[in-house]
């Protein structure tokens, strides 16, 4: 299963502080109560910068709606999944596939049978069936999607004419692949370029997940492709363009809310977070994450820039 760079922070082992909000206790301090009440709602942030602009666009619709929002920092889903169950928390953005992932090895096992896929109905139907029993409901689905994806140079693409995945294939290129280690046997990585679109990865150079290093080495033309993620924000800043997974080697990781079903499965608040999904895309998330980690601009100031562009508060 695959894991962004972006996620990587959120997937880290547990430490002793488990969640936090913006001068208040963990939920570790208090007991684990709830930090909303009434109509108040604690909006969760896995604190890397996709998260943390998805938390602010949560909490800032759902005020434009009338409730009382705060933002709470989380460390990993190990931990922030149990307490969206349990109502310590109750809306966080999180990733179809992956999150369907994650409570299928919670319920079946690590080794259980996979039950994501490249469709997106699919998978979500599949998220909903384990997530519901577990007190979580899942929203729709929107365009945006934060997936493993493959990048080359634009001077490359052109060179050789590639806008998909399989015209790199059919191009018969040799090419040195910047991804994380263990990309040479996860399914989605190595193995399924070869498989899938019969590209001829000759090796696996492990400079991490969309790292700068990995995109550097891609630029310079030490490395011919790198594995990367569709928001990514500084994929220009290093003459880099996405090729096309044209035949659907990655699950359908789209960006969608899950939420406390008890205290948040209501009209009123999968009305706003419905509205805002139905609008945003992966284009438009990339821009976002861009302005944060290019740019330096404060999540909540983007967040709210975009929703007023969009008439959505």
């Known amino acids: 299963m695959k894991v962004p760079v972006r996620r990587a922070a959120a997937a880290v082992a ?8 913006c001068g208040g206790k963990s939920l570790e301090e208090t007991g684990g109560e709830r930090a909303g009440g009434g109509n108040a709602l604690v909006i969760g942030s896995a604190g890397f910068t996709e998260s943390e602009i998805m938390a602010e666009l949560y909490a800032q619709v759902l005020a434009d709606a009338g ?6 920092k989380l460390q990993n889903r190990e931990l922030y999944e149990p307490a969206l169950a349990k109502g310590q928390i109750d809306v966080v953005p999180e990733y179809a596939a992956t999150l369907a992932e994650f409570l299928n ?25 384990l997530a519901r029993p577990r007190g979580i409901e899942v929203l729709a689905a929107g365009r945006a999607v934060d997936q493993n994806a493959f990048a080359v140079t634009a001077a490359f693409a052109k060179k050789h004419r590639l806008r998909t995945l399989s015209d ?21 990585c190595a193995p399924g ?6 590209v001829d990865v000759t090796e696996v150079d492990p400079k991490g997940v969309g790292t700068v290093q990995a995109k550097q080495a891609v630029k310079n033309g030490t490395d011919q492709l790198v594995l990367t993620t569709t928001t990514d924000a500084t ?7 996405l090729l096309e997974d044209d035949k659907g080697l990655q699950n359908a990781d789209n960006v969608l809310p899950v939420v ?12 706003p977070l419905d509205k805002l999904t139905r609008v945003l895309t992966t284009e438009e998330l990339a821009g976002l994450n861009r302005r944060v980690d290019q740019d ?3 999540p909540k100031d983007v967040a709210e820039e975009y929703l007023r562009s969009k008439n959505l508060v």
């Open 67 to 72: 409730f009382g929002t705060s933002i709470r």
């Open 14 to 21: 547990a430490g002793a502080l488990v969640l936090t909000g």
């Open 193 to 198: 370029l070869r498989k899938v679109y019969g």
């Open 105 to 129: 090895a919670r319920k079946n096992g690590p080794d259980a049978k996979p039950v994501a896929s490249n469709d997106v109905d699919a998978t979500v139907a599949a998220l909903e069936k």
């Open 260 to 271: 406390n079903a008890k205290d948040a499965g209501r009209k009123d608040v999968m009305a």
């Open 168 to 188: 790199l294939g059919r191009s018969g290129e040799k090419v040195k692949l910047a991804a994380g280690d263990e990309c040479e046997e996860r399914p989605f």
């Open 235 to 241: 994929l220009k800043e290093f003459g880099l363009v």
């Open 296 to 298: 330096r601009e404060k």
